[in-house]
C-alpha cells in the first residue's frame, strides 16, 4: 500500500522567512497531494493541494510542487507569520482509495 | 452552520466501560471517515463508509464498531475501553471516495481512558 514519508518533523524559522515541509510517496499511482494544516487543538484543514497533471501551484504564500518521477512533493510558505505556526500534514491519494497521512510536521515562527 | 459535528468534545471514562461517539455532516456528501490521532499527532485512518457502505476497515480491534444509519450520520462504538484508546478521535466527510475531494474533518473527540 501507499507510504508516505514527511520530513522534517518539527521545524523552526523567524518570522519572515521561508518554510519547507518535504515529502515522499510509494506508489506512483497516486495522483492527488493535499495539505492540511492543524493549528493546537483544532481540526485538520485543507491549504492547498495538487494534482499529477500539474507541477506546481501558488496561493498568495503558499506553494507546492510535486516531482511525480522523484515522487515527492513539498510544501513552501514564504513571509511566515506567527499565524502560520501549527501541525502540517502531507497526504497521497490512489484513484478510489483512501488518504494516507504523512508523520506530520510541527511549524513554530518565532517572532 | 457547522459543516462536520461531533459528540461529545470530550469523553473521560475508565477501562472497560463502553462509549459512542457520534458524527453528522450537513455537506450532502457521500464517503465519511473515522481517523484516530494519537499523542504524537499522527492522523490514522480506521473506517471509511460510502453511502451507508463500509469501504475501508483498517487493522482496527473488533472493540470498535462503526455505524452508519444513513449518509448523513457515522456513530463510533467502542467496547471494553483501554489505556491505549486515549487518542482524539476525528470524524471527516469527503464527496466521494478517492477521488481528490476535499476531506471536511469535524472539531474532534478527545478520548481519555483512565
Known amino acids: 500500500g501507499e507510504n508516505v514519508e514527511q520530513h522534517p518533523s518539527t521545524l523552526s524559522v523567524q518570522e519572515g522567512d521561508s518554510a519547507v515541509i518535504k515529502c515522499t510517496y510509494s506508489?506512483?499511482?497516486?495522483?492527488?497531494f493535499p495539505w492540511y494544516k492543524q493549528e493546537l487543538g483544532k481540526r485538520p484543514q485543507l491549504i492547498i493541494d495538487i494534482r499529477s497533471n500539474v507541477g506546481e501551484k501558488k496561493d498568495q504564500r503558499i506553494a507546492v510542487t510535486l516531482n511525480k518521477t522523484a515522487k515527492h512533493f513539498s510544501l513552501h510558505i514564504t513571509e511566515t507569520q506567527p499565524e502560520d505556526s501549527a501541525v502540517y500534514f502531507c497526504a497521497a491519494s490512489i484513484p478510489g482509495n483512501k488518504l494516507v497521512f504523512g508523520a506530520g510536521t510541527i511549524l513554530r515562527v518565532k517572532s | 452552520d457547522t459543516a462536520v459535528s461531533q459528540t461529545p468534545k470530550y469523553l473521560v471514562t475508565q477501562m472497560g466501560n463502553d462509549k459512542s461517539i457520534k458524527c453528522e455532516q450537513n455537506l450532502g456528501h457521500d464517503t465519511m471517515y473515522w481517523y484516530k490521532q494519537d499523542s504524537k499527532k499522527f492522523l490514522k485512518i480506521m473506517f471509511s463508509y460510502n453511502n451507508k457502505e463500509l469501504i475501508i476497515n483498517e487493522t482496527v480491534p473488533n472493540r470498535f464498531s462503526p455505524k452508519s444509519p444513513d449518509k448523513a450520520h457515522l456513530n463510533l462504538h467502542i467496547n471494553s475501553l483501554e489505556l491505549g484508546d486515549s487518542a482524539v478521535y476525528f470524524c471527516a466527510s469527503s464527496q466521494r471516495l478517492g477521488a481528490g475531494d476535499e476531506q471536511y474533518f469535524g472539531p474532534g473527540t478527545r478520548l481519555t481512558v483512565t
Open positions: 506508489d506512483s499511482a497516486s495522483n492527488y
